[in-house]
T-cell receptor, first 112, second 114 residues
Framework: DGGITQSPKYLFRKEGQNVTLSCEQN?????MYWYRQDPGQGLRLIYY???????QKGDIAEGYSVSREKKESFPLTVTSAQKNPTAFYLC???????????FGSGTQLSVL | AQSVSQHNHHVILSEAASLELGCNYS??????LFWYVQYPGQHLQLLLK??????LVKGIKGFEAEFIKSKFSFNLRKPSVQWSDTAEYFC????????????FGGGTRLMVKP
């Protein structure tokens, strides 16, 4: 089945630790996105990539980093600089800039 | 920067009641408008979208939304809700031709009582 796979489903981070969230898609989509979802605040864009080896900051990129070495993969690293990392993280992809987003099932990150 | 407001955070309705969820955005230029839905335990998925043309847009499962440019609104409606419509609904906006960098509203949790 085609789709977007996010792993792990739950992740715990210790103080000062970097953690990486995985996002893989087999839809052959050029564009990929990372959103952060907090209760009552909707989804906020962290980073996006419209093509391999290129990515741009979204609205809340501080404390996060990404890479896009392969078309199907767009991992997100939550660094120790992100002081409030507890949230639900959603990865999405789209075939082009005007087409609908396809979302993964999300990763819940919590701080120990 | 644009912003999107969904004024109703929680809505509880009985089956067969009519639904209207409000969505207002702040950007003054040409926009693309979307409603996404997240059913319990499922991925976010597109309900309907407006790019241009008829401001009354019909989506899946009997939903529709009306774009009123003068009011900066894109309210979602359904004449008669079902228990299976219980979900969280998100309005989203992006600037025309600015890629798919959506700005989402805070979401509305709808619970339909059988």
């Amino acid at each position: 089945d085609g789709g977007i796979t996010q792993s792990p489903k739950y992740l715990f981070r210790k103080e000062g630790q970097n953690v990486t969230l995985s996002c893989e898609q087999n839809l052959n989509h050029d564009a990929m996105y990372w959103y952060r979802q907090d209760p009552g605040q909707g989804l906020r864009l962290i980073y996006y990539s419209q093509i391999v080896n290129d990515f741009q900051k979204g609205d809340i990129a501080e404390g996060y980093s990404v890479s896009r070495e392969k078309k199907e993969s767009f991992p997100l690293t939550v660094t120790s600089a992100q002081k409030n990392p507890t949230a639900f993280y959603l990865c999405a992809s789209s075939i082009s800039s005007r087409e609908k987003l396809f979302f993964g099932s999300g990763t819940q990150l919590s701080v120990l | 920067a644009q912003s999107v407001s969904q004024h109703n955070h929680h809505v509880i309705l009985s089956e067969a009641a009519s639904l209207e969820l409000g969505c207002n955005y702040s950007y003054g230029g040409t926009v693309n408008l979307f409603w996404y839905v997240q059913y319990p335990g499922q991925h976010l998925q597109l309900l309907l979208k407006y790019f241009s043309g008829d401001p009354l847009v019909k989506g899946i499962k009997g939903f529709e939304a009306e774009f009123i440019k003068s009011k900066f609104s894109f309210n979602l409606r359904k004449p008669s809700v079902q228990w299976s419509d219980t979900a969280e609904y998100f309005c989203a906006v992006n600037v025309y031709n600015a890629g798919n960098m959506l700005t989402f509203g805070g979401g509305t949790r709808l619970m339909v009582k059988p």
